[in-house]
């Protein structure tokens, strides 16, 4: 029982921590555009849309 002396502290400064670490998440704007970044990630941003009205251009030429 005599540990509950060092556990019980422990466990409310990590807690303390936790929720100051979230509080400044918060602050610094880190949940702004949860949307933004989901669709960031998905869309790939590799290749270049043809413009309007133009054909792609073939990525290799067909055999004889």
């Given at each position: 029982m005599e540990v509950l002396i060092?556990?019980?502290p422990?466990?409310?400064s990590l807690g303390l921590l936790g929720l100051g670490a979230f509080m400044w998440s918060l602050?610094?704007?880190q949940y702004d555009d949860l949307d933004g970044?989901?669709?960031?990630?998905?869309?790939?941003d590799d290749q270049i849309p043809?413009?309007?009205g133009q054909?792609?251009?073939?990525t290799s030429s067909p055999a004889p």
């Open positions: 060092y556990l019980v422990l466990a409310l602050k610094t704007g970044a989901a669709w960031r990630a998905i869309l790939d043809p413009a309007a054909k792609k251009a073939p």
